[in-house]
Protein backbone atom coordinates (compact mmCIF):
# COMPACT_ATOMS: atom_id res chain seq x y z
CA UNK A 1 0.00 0.00 0.00
CA UNK A 2 1.24 3.63 -0.69
CA UNK A 3 0.80 5.84 2.42
CA UNK A 4 2.45 8.81 0.62
CA UNK A 5 2.84 10.42 -3.08
CA UNK A 6 5.01 9.55 -5.17
CA UNK A 7 6.91 12.02 -7.42
CA UNK A 8 8.66 11.05 -10.71
CA UNK A 9 12.62 11.90 -10.22
CA UNK A 10 13.04 12.99 -13.58
CA UNK A 11 10.34 14.61 -14.35
CA UNK A 12 8.58 15.68 -10.87
CA UNK A 13 5.28 14.43 -12.18
CA UNK A 14 2.74 11.81 -9.90
CA UNK A 15 3.65 7.82 -10.07
CA UNK A 16 0.85 5.47 -10.33
CA UNK A 17 1.55 2.27 -8.97
CA UNK A 18 0.77 -0.57 -11.58
CA UNK A 19 0.85 -3.86 -9.67
CA UNK A 20 4.60 -4.21 -9.29
CA UNK A 21 5.52 -1.00 -10.90
CA UNK A 22 5.42 2.57 -10.11
CA UNK A 23 4.56 4.36 -13.75
CA UNK A 24 4.95 8.34 -14.62
CA UNK A 25 2.16 9.90 -15.86
CA UNK A 26 4.52 12.64 -17.12
CA UNK A 27 7.24 11.40 -18.85
CA UNK A 28 6.38 7.46 -19.10
CA UNK A 29 8.96 5.74 -17.59
CA UNK A 30 8.23 2.44 -15.56
CA UNK A 31 10.45 1.55 -12.55
CA UNK A 32 10.62 -1.66 -11.61
CA UNK A 33 10.05 -3.76 -8.52
CA UNK A 34 12.57 -6.59 -8.29
CA UNK A 35 13.41 -8.76 -4.56
CA UNK A 36 10.98 -5.94 -3.05
CA UNK A 37 12.82 -2.91 -4.27
CA UNK A 38 12.04 -0.61 -6.20
CA UNK A 39 14.48 0.74 -8.90
CA UNK A 40 14.61 4.45 -9.91
CA UNK A 41 18.03 3.98 -11.08
CA UNK A 42 17.06 2.09 -13.71
CA UNK A 43 16.19 5.03 -15.49
CA UNK A 44 19.24 7.69 -14.00
CA UNK A 45 22.63 7.45 -15.08
CA UNK A 46 24.88 6.91 -11.47
CA UNK A 47 27.91 9.58 -12.41
CA UNK A 48 31.26 7.50 -11.80
CA UNK A 49 32.42 8.49 -8.64
CA UNK A 50 28.79 7.13 -7.06
CA UNK A 51 29.27 3.95 -9.12
CA UNK A 52 32.56 3.46 -7.19
CA UNK A 53 30.78 3.82 -4.00
CA UNK A 54 27.87 1.80 -4.98
CA UNK A 55 30.37 -0.88 -6.37
CA UNK A 56 32.01 -1.09 -2.82
CA UNK A 57 28.98 -1.63 -0.68
CA UNK A 58 27.62 -4.51 -3.33
CA UNK A 59 30.58 -6.07 -2.58
CA UNK A 60 30.28 -5.77 0.99
CA UNK A 61 26.79 -5.83 1.44
CA UNK A 62 26.94 -9.92 3.33
CA UNK A 63 29.19 -8.87 5.96
CA UNK A 64 28.66 -5.27 6.15
CA UNK A 65 26.62 -5.72 9.59
CA UNK A 66 29.76 -7.46 11.03
CA UNK A 67 31.86 -4.73 9.62
CA UNK A 68 29.81 -1.89 11.25
CA UNK A 69 29.96 -3.47 14.33
CA UNK A 70 33.74 -3.48 14.14
CA UNK A 71 33.94 0.29 12.92
CA UNK A 72 31.73 1.16 15.93
CA UNK A 73 34.25 -0.26 18.59
CA UNK A 74 37.13 0.62 16.67
CA UNK A 75 35.40 4.01 16.80
CA UNK A 76 35.70 3.81 21.05
CA UNK A 77 31.97 3.05 21.10
CA UNK A 78 30.37 0.11 22.99
CA UNK A 79 28.03 -1.44 20.64
CA UNK A 80 25.27 -1.96 22.99
CA UNK A 81 25.68 1.87 23.84
CA UNK A 82 24.96 2.75 20.06
CA UNK A 83 22.44 0.69 19.64
CA UNK A 84 20.42 1.37 22.87
CA UNK A 85 21.03 5.10 21.73
CA UNK A 86 19.00 4.37 18.56
CA UNK A 87 16.55 2.35 19.90
CA UNK A 88 15.94 5.34 22.78
CA UNK A 89 14.98 7.89 20.12
CA UNK A 90 13.17 5.61 17.65
CA UNK A 91 11.03 3.97 20.10
CA UNK A 92 9.52 7.78 20.52
CA UNK A 93 8.71 7.71 16.66
CA UNK A 94 5.58 6.44 16.22
CA UNK A 95 2.69 6.91 13.28
CA UNK A 96 5.25 8.74 11.42
CA UNK A 97 7.08 8.29 8.08
CA UNK A 98 10.79 7.58 8.66
CA UNK A 99 13.00 8.36 5.64
CA UNK A 100 16.60 6.43 5.89
CA UNK A 101 18.82 8.15 3.71
CA UNK A 102 21.65 5.71 2.77
CA UNK A 103 19.93 3.21 4.86
CA UNK A 104 22.70 0.57 3.66
CA UNK A 105 21.47 -2.95 5.62
CA UNK A 106 18.87 -0.93 8.27
CA UNK A 107 20.85 -2.28 10.76
CA UNK A 108 19.78 -1.66 13.88
CA UNK A 109 17.72 0.83 12.96
CA UNK A 110 15.61 -1.53 11.17
CA UNK A 111 14.32 -3.60 14.50
CA UNK A 112 13.70 -0.65 16.71
CA UNK A 113 10.75 0.55 14.02
CA UNK A 114 7.67 1.10 15.53
CA UNK A 115 4.85 -0.73 13.84
CA UNK A 116 2.40 2.00 13.53
CA UNK A 117 5.00 4.11 11.28
CA UNK A 118 5.70 3.68 7.78
CA UNK A 119 9.81 2.91 7.39
CA UNK A 120 11.03 4.05 3.83
CA UNK A 121 14.59 2.60 3.12
CA UNK A 122 16.87 4.81 0.62
CA UNK A 123 19.81 3.58 -0.92
CA UNK A 124 22.76 3.23 -4.24
CA UNK A 125 23.40 -0.43 -3.67
CA UNK A 126 20.60 -2.79 -4.42
CA UNK A 127 23.13 -5.89 -2.34
CA UNK A 128 22.52 -3.61 0.93
CA UNK A 129 19.12 -3.02 -0.16
CA UNK A 130 18.06 -6.53 -0.40
CA UNK A 131 19.62 -7.21 3.35
CA UNK A 132 17.82 -4.64 4.42
CA UNK A 133 14.44 -5.83 3.23
CA UNK A 134 15.35 -9.03 4.83
CA UNK A 135 15.50 -7.45 8.12
CA UNK A 136 11.61 -6.88 7.64
CA UNK A 137 9.69 -10.50 8.13
CA UNK A 138 6.62 -8.59 7.81
CA UNK A 139 7.16 -5.92 5.01
CA UNK A 140 3.63 -4.30 5.56
CA UNK A 141 4.95 -1.31 7.05
CA UNK A 142 8.83 -0.99 4.88
CA UNK A 143 9.69 0.33 1.37
CA UNK A 144 12.97 0.10 -0.20
CA UNK A 145 13.97 2.04 -3.01
CA UNK A 146 16.94 1.90 -4.62
CA UNK A 147 17.76 6.01 -5.72
CA UNK A 148 20.00 8.46 -5.51
CA UNK A 149 19.48 10.88 -2.70
CA UNK A 150 20.70 13.60 -4.17
CA UNK A 151 17.12 13.22 -6.09
CA UNK A 152 14.67 12.49 -3.67
CA UNK A 153 11.32 11.76 -5.23
CA UNK A 154 8.84 12.95 -1.99
CA UNK A 155 6.83 16.08 -2.08
CA UNK A 156 7.51 18.95 0.03
CA UNK A 157 6.58 18.80 3.37
CA UNK A 158 5.65 14.98 3.31
CA UNK A 159 8.30 13.16 6.24
CA UNK A 160 7.77 13.35 10.10
CA UNK A 161 11.81 11.45 10.66
CA UNK A 162 14.56 11.62 8.71
CA UNK A 163 17.86 9.49 9.90
CA UNK A 164 21.41 9.37 8.88
CA UNK A 165 23.52 6.65 10.09
CA UNK A 166 27.15 6.85 8.84
CA UNK A 167 25.84 8.01 5.43
CA UNK A 168 27.02 11.66 5.79
CA UNK A 169 30.65 10.42 6.17
CA UNK A 170 29.82 8.48 2.56
CA UNK A 171 27.48 10.78 0.44
CA UNK A 172 29.53 12.82 -2.26
CA UNK A 173 26.98 15.65 -2.47
CA UNK A 174 26.42 16.14 1.62
CA UNK A 175 24.77 19.54 1.31
CA UNK A 176 22.57 18.45 -1.27
CA UNK A 177 21.54 16.24 0.45
CA UNK A 178 20.68 17.79 3.63
CA UNK A 179 18.94 20.37 1.41
CA UNK A 180 16.91 17.69 -0.05
CA UNK A 181 16.10 16.37 3.89
CA UNK A 182 14.72 19.65 4.95
CA UNK A 183 12.80 19.90 1.51
CA UNK A 184 11.14 16.47 2.51
CA UNK A 185 10.79 16.84 6.20
CA UNK A 186 7.28 18.39 7.49
CA UNK A 187 7.58 22.15 9.77
CA UNK A 188 8.09 19.81 12.70
CA UNK A 189 10.22 17.33 10.98
CA UNK A 190 13.42 15.56 13.17
CA UNK A 191 16.51 14.71 11.30
CA UNK A 192 18.43 12.03 13.24
CA UNK A 193 22.08 10.65 12.45
CA UNK A 194 25.39 10.14 12.95
CA UNK A 195 28.90 10.66 11.75
CA UNK A 196 32.02 8.95 12.65
CA UNK A 197 34.27 11.73 13.95
CA UNK A 198 37.96 10.13 12.64
CA UNK A 199 38.30 7.57 9.80
CA UNK A 200 38.05 3.50 10.38
CA UNK A 201 41.12 1.45 10.39
CA UNK A 202 42.64 0.78 6.69
CA UNK A 203 41.08 -1.93 5.21
CA UNK A 204 37.85 -1.52 6.70
CA UNK A 205 35.28 1.15 5.11
CA UNK A 206 37.44 2.87 2.61
CA UNK A 207 34.68 5.34 1.22
CA UNK A 208 34.84 7.04 4.35
CA UNK A 209 35.42 10.71 4.29
CA UNK A 210 36.68 12.65 7.51
CA UNK A 211 33.93 15.42 8.60
CA UNK A 212 34.48 17.58 11.86
CA UNK A 213 32.02 18.27 14.75
CA UNK A 214 31.99 22.41 13.36
CA UNK A 215 30.93 20.84 9.56
CA UNK A 216 28.10 19.45 10.79
CA UNK A 217 26.91 21.93 12.86
CA UNK A 218 27.55 24.39 9.86
CA UNK A 219 25.47 22.20 7.73
CA UNK A 220 22.90 21.65 9.44
CA UNK A 221 21.91 24.99 11.15
CA UNK A 222 22.66 26.89 7.77
CA UNK A 223 20.69 24.60 5.33
CA UNK A 224 18.07 23.74 7.79
CA UNK A 225 14.75 25.79 9.03
CA UNK A 226 14.93 28.34 10.77
CA UNK A 227 13.87 27.85 14.75
CA UNK A 228 15.18 23.73 14.72
CA UNK A 229 17.27 23.06 17.40
CA UNK A 230 20.47 20.93 17.05
CA UNK A 231 21.55 18.49 19.47
CA UNK A 232 24.29 16.70 19.80
CA UNK A 233 26.23 13.80 21.75
CA UNK A 234 29.19 12.56 21.66
CA UNK A 235 30.06 8.64 21.79
CA UNK A 236 34.08 8.34 21.50
CA UNK A 237 34.41 8.98 17.93
CA UNK A 238 31.14 9.04 17.27
CA UNK A 239 28.85 12.28 16.88
CA UNK A 240 25.35 11.40 17.10
CA UNK A 241 22.89 14.83 16.51
CA UNK A 242 19.53 15.01 16.87
CA UNK A 243 17.80 18.63 14.49
CA UNK A 244 14.28 19.13 15.81
C1 LIG B 1 28.43 3.91 5.50
S1 LIG B 1 27.01 3.23 4.77
C2 LIG B 1 25.80 3.50 6.04
C3 LIG B 1 24.75 2.42 6.06
C4 LIG B 1 23.79 2.46 7.25
N1 LIG B 1 23.05 3.71 7.29
C5 LIG B 1 24.47 2.21 8.59
O1 LIG B 1 23.93 2.67 9.61
O2 LIG B 1 25.49 1.55 8.67
C6 LIG B 1 26.58 4.46 3.58
C7 LIG B 1 25.47 4.01 2.63
O3 LIG B 1 25.10 5.14 1.82
C8 LIG B 1 24.84 4.68 0.50
N2 LIG B 1 24.97 5.85 -0.40
C9 LIG B 1 26.08 6.57 -0.69
N3 LIG B 1 25.78 7.61 -1.50
C10 LIG B 1 24.43 7.55 -1.72
C11 LIG B 1 23.52 8.34 -2.46
N4 LIG B 1 23.92 9.42 -3.12
N5 LIG B 1 22.22 7.99 -2.46
C12 LIG B 1 21.80 6.89 -1.77
N6 LIG B 1 22.61 6.10 -1.05
C13 LIG B 1 23.91 6.42 -1.01
C14 LIG B 1 25.86 3.56 0.29
O4 LIG B 1 25.48 2.69 -0.74
C15 LIG B 1 25.89 2.90 1.67
O5 LIG B 1 24.97 1.84 1.75
ZN1 LIG C 1 8.51 11.19 -15.24
Redesign the pocket.
Known sequence: MQLFPVECPRCREKLRRNGETLNCSGCGIIYPRNSGITDFLTSLSLATE?MG??DY?DNFAVNYDSM?VTMVEELKCPWWEYSELIERVMVEARKKLIV??????S?P?GSFIPADSHYLG????FE?LKQSHSLFEDNSNASFWR????RLPLHDNSADLCLA???F????NLEE?IRQANRVLKADGEFFGNIALTLPQENS?QP?RRISAQQLKKLLTGLGRRGRELVTERRGDILFFHLK
Open positions: LICFIDLGCGTFVLDISMIDVEFFSNVFIILF
